[in-house]
Nanobody, 115 residues
């Protein structure tokens, strides 16, 4: 079991930046992968970015070159650095951890990109 808490969502203007955090109740450094997903108004939840235990990362085409996923050395927090934000990035962002115990989700954090 692992509890996840996302934070860092906010209202930001187009072109701005935000850093989202996903804080885990225990170390997740040995998890198979940690990912960020998002769900915009009227849309299904979609993949944004992920980092595997090996450090391999992968991104949705829509965010490549603008978003970066990384983790802290202690293994309790994974971040999503979001730059050059666009209105279409507006969504609730969720953290997901997949490990031997299963798949876990946080409650989400709202990101709104608007002028």
């Amino acid at each position: 079991q692992v509890l996840l808490a996302e934070s860092g969502g906010d209202l930001v203007q187009p072109g701005g930046s935000l850093r989202l955090s996903c804080a885990a109740s225990r170390s997740i450094s040995s998890s198979y992968r940690v990912g960020w997903y998002r769900q915009g108004p009227g849309n299904q939840r979609e993949f944004v970015a992920m980092i595997e235990r090996s450090g391999y990362t992968n991104y949705a085409d829509s965010v490549k070159g603008r978003f970066t996923i990384f983790r802290d050395n202690a293994g309790h927090t994974v971040y999503l650095q979001m730059n050059s934000l666009k209105p279409e990035d507006t969504a609730v962002y969720y953290c997901n951890v997949v490990d031997l115990g299963g798949s876990y989700w946080g409650q989400g954090t709202q990101v709104t990109v608007s002028s």
